[in-house]
Each structure stands twice: as C-alpha cells, then as structure tokens.
C-alpha cells in the first residue's frame, strides 16, 4: 500500500517563498518518479514539476520554471517543492504524484501517475 501526504501549504503574501512537502510510505520509494500537480476548481489538474528516481533530473511547467525547485530525499521517502517569488495566480491545490513504472504517456499528463496525495492548499495574496 502507498500513500502520499502532503503538508505544507499555508496562505502567504505575493513575493513570499513556500515550500510543500510530501510524505510517501511504502516500499521501494526510490524507484519511481515523482511530481507535483496543482488544480483550482472548476479546471484540469496541472503539471507543476517532475524528478527523476534519482533526483538528477528534473523537469519544469514553463510557468514555474526560475521559480520552483523540486526535490527529493530518497533516505526520508520525501519530495518537496520550493517556490519563490509567489504570486496569486499560483494558488492551488497542490497535490504529489508517483509516476507509473510502465507507461509511454508524457509526464506531463495526470495519467501518467498511479498514486496521488490529498493535496496541501496554497494560497497567495496580492
């Protein structure tokens, strides 16, 4: 059984830094990708970031790109996302992902990840 849950997320002011983290149980954590996704009601959830098993690669929205960092701890069985230079239209659910081991979809697609958390709610004031 896995489970990822996610903490972190809080309300903060435009231009403020935040980082989210996620919480993974399980076996063989260091085995798989990971992501994190963002959704606000009423639209399609969002890649955010992406990281390799090992950590070296690492893959970004183009809206996110200069300002998150993701990252991951294998030893800790966590992921988590440094964001900086917040701004409103970034607030969101955030929610962690692990990628499907065996699956030719682009990581960009929700699909592509088999387990998800139930998100940490970050939101940014103007």
């Known amino acids: 059984q896995v489970t990822l849950v996610e903490s972190g997320g809080r309300l903060v002011q435009a231009g403020a830094s935040l980082s989210v983290s996620c919480a993974a149980s399980g076996r063989s954590f260091r085995d798989y990708a990971m992501a994190w996704f963002r959704q606000i009601p009423g639209k399609e959830r969002e890649f955010v970031a992406r990281?390799?098993?090992?950590?070296?690669?690492?893959y970004y929205a183009d809206s996110v790109k200069g300002r998150f960092t993701i990252s991951r701890d294998n030893d800790k069985n966590m992921v988590y996302l440094r964001m900086t230079s917040l701004k409103p239209e970034v607030t969101a659910v955030y929610y962690c992902?692990?990628?499907?081991?065996?699956?030719?979809?682009?990581?960009?697609?929700?699909?592509?990840?088999?387990?998800w958390g139930q998100g940490t709610q970050v939101t940014v004031s103007s």
């Open positions: 990281i390799s098993q090992s950590g070296i690669s690492t």
């Open positions: 992902a692990r990628s499907k081991l065996e699956s030719s979809l682009p990581f960009k697609l929700p699909a592509k990840y088999d387990y």
